[in-house]
């Protein structure tokens, strides 16, 4: 869970987490043929 760096807090850390994969997850569905280079930022 300290994979991030800065997790003061568990709970920010269980949220970001699930936050993160599931933008990751609706991207992909949303936009399976673009590349992942515009999903970065």
């Given at each position: 869970?300290?994979h991030?760096?800065?997790a003061?807090?568990a709970?920010?850390?269980?949220?970001?987490r699930?936050?993160?994969?599931?933008?990751?997850?609706?991207?992909?569905?949303t936009?399976p043929t673009?590349p992942?280079?515009?999903?970065?930022?």
């Amino acid at each position: 869970m300290q994979h991030l760096g800065f997790a003061p807090s568990a709970g920010q850390t269980v949220f970001r987490r699930p936050v993160i994969r599931q933008r990751s997850s609706e991207t992909f569905i949303t936009a399976p043929t673009v590349p992942p280079t515009k999903e970065s930022p």
